[in-house]
C-alpha cells in the first residue's frame, strides 16, 4: 500500500500493489481542491499507510483521512480541517484494537485523534495548545520566527501494567490512556 497525491489533478489517494510483480491491483482517493500549504520537498501524502491485514487507513493531510478494505473499497472519510503549516504534515496513521490514532498537524488545529477504526467516529480528541517557544535550540537557532510543529506518529508502549500513547510534541512530550485520551504524564 501506498500512498500518492497527483498534485496537477489535486487527486489524493492509496493505491495497492501486488508484491509478486509490482502491478497495480487497484486505487481510489478524493479530490481536494482547497488551498493547502507544504513543502516543495514534502508531498501532500506523505504518510505513510496503516493496516491491521483487515483495513487499510491512509492520512492525506488536509483532505482528511480514510480507510478502505482489501478490495479498495472506501470504508469510511473524515474531513477534521486543513493542515496549515508551511512544511506540510507527515504523521502516520496507528492501529491497534478497535482504534485508530492520528495526530492531525502541526499549525493552527492541530490534533490528536482516537478514531473507532471500523466507523471513522471520534472516541476522543486532544486539542494540541499553542506552544509558547524560548530561544531556538535545534537547527534553526537564532531564528525566533515561530514556526515551530511536530511531525511525529505516536507509538503504543507497555508501561507496567498499562498501555500508553507517547506523542512527541515542539515543547514536550505526552503520554495518554489509548482508550480515553486523558493525559498519563507530561516531560
Not at 500493489?17 to 482547497?34: A, H, R, T
Not at 486543513?82 to 490534533?111: M, R
Not at 515551530?148 to 510534541?169: A, D, H, N, W
Amino acid at each position: 500500500f501506498v500512498t500518492q497525491p497527483v498534485t496537477p489533478e489535486k487527486w489524493r489517494g492509496l493505491m495497492c500493489f501486488d508484491l509478486k510483480d509490482g502491478k497495480l491491483l487497484w486505487k481510489n482517493g478524493l479530490v481536494y481542491d482547497k488551498p493547502e500549504t507544504t513543502h516543495n520537498t514534502n508531498p501532500y501524502c506523505s504518510p505513510s499507510p496503516a493496516t491491521d491485514g483487515k483495513i487499510v487507513v491512509a492520512a492525506y493531510g488536509s483532505a482528511g483521512v480514510a480507510a478502505y478494505d482489501f478490495e479498495g473499497k472506501q470504508l469510511w472519510h473524515r474531513d477534521i480541517g486543513p493542515v496549515a503549516h508551511e512544511w506540510g504534515t507527515s504523521s502516520s496513521p496507528v492501529l491497534h484494537g478497535d482504534l485508530c490514532f492520528l495526530y492531525h498537524g502541526p499549525g493552527k488545529g492541530a490534533a490528536l485523534y482516537a478514531f473507532n477504526k471500523e466507523t471513522g467516529e471520534t472516541v476522543w480528541k486532544w486539542d494540541e495548545p499553542k506552544w509558547v517557544t524560548g530561544p531556538r535550540t535545534d537547527g534553526f537557532a537564532g531564528k525566533d520566527d515561530g514556526i515551530i510543529g511536530s511531525f511525529s506518529t505516536p507509538i503504543l508502549v507497555k508501561s507496567g501494567e498499562r498501555e500508553e500513547l507517547v506523542m512527541s510534541f515542539p515543547m514536550e512530550m505526552k503520554a495518554f490512556d489509548p482508550q480515553s485520551g486523558e493525559v498519563l504524564w507530561t516531560c
